[in-house]
């Protein structure tokens, strides 16, 4: 904990190369965490760029003595919410559902070849995240994929445990009954 702390007086201070370090030490960590909420590689990877950006600008108001992944959540989870929201905007502007769909399905498989990502985890995560709300989609994501706690949930979407509780399982509700109609068609 004490290297951590040094680490990041450091980077409140300017240093660079400090921050390089925080970055290459949560970059897949915060990765992963957007593609369960996005479900799209390349969006993740914009979240993931600006969240740092972000961390880079407010590093001042991090407390040391506190924990950096709550924080960088929080941040990734806000982000997060702002794509889907754009993305729900634009697809109901400018485009049918079904071409959106196979322009991110297009994308994510030329994605997954260049970086040997597993095809079959993002498949299973865009089947389950598919058609919740964005509060949903980030509280399951948290609790169910990144398997947070109640309070870290609390403090990193802003919402009370009650919201939070219904949230999920609504989340939960609707994953069950996708799962449960593609177990009939088979």
């Known amino acids: 904990m004490p290297e ?3 680490i990041f007086l450091r980077c409140q201070n300017g240093d660079l190369a400090a921050f390089r370090q925080v ?17 799209d590689a390349e969006d993740a990877r914009d979240v993931v760029q600006e ?8 590093i001042g108001q991090f407390d040391p003595n506190r924990k950096f992944t709550t924080w960088l ?27 959106s769909k196979v322009g991110n399905l297009a994308r994510a498989e030329v994605d997954e070849e260049k970086n040997c990502m597993n095809k079959e985890l993002i ?11 964005p509060k949903q989609r980030i509280v399951f994501v948290l609790r169910d994929l990144q398997g947070l706690e109640m309070d870290q949930v ?12 219904s949230n999920l399982y609504h989340a939960r509700m609707n994953i069950r009954a996708k799962l449960e109609a593609l177990e009939k068609e088979k």
């Open 154 to 165: 609390v403090k990193i979407t802003g919402l009370n445990k009650s919201k939070i509780k």
């Open 123 to 133: 498949k299973e995560i865009k089947m389950l995240a598919e058609g919740l709300t």
């Open 23 to 39: 970055v290459e030490t949560h970059q897949s960590f915060a990765f992963s965490l957007a593609l369960r909420m996005l479900c």
């Open 4 to 6: 951590l702390y040094d």
């Open 73 to 99: 959540y929080k941040i990734i989870t806000n982000l997060c919410l702002d794509y889907l929201k754009a993305r729900k905007r634009k697809n109901r502007l400018f485009s049918s559902p079904l071409d």
């Open 51 to 58: 969240s740092f950006i972000k961390v880079w600008q407010n």
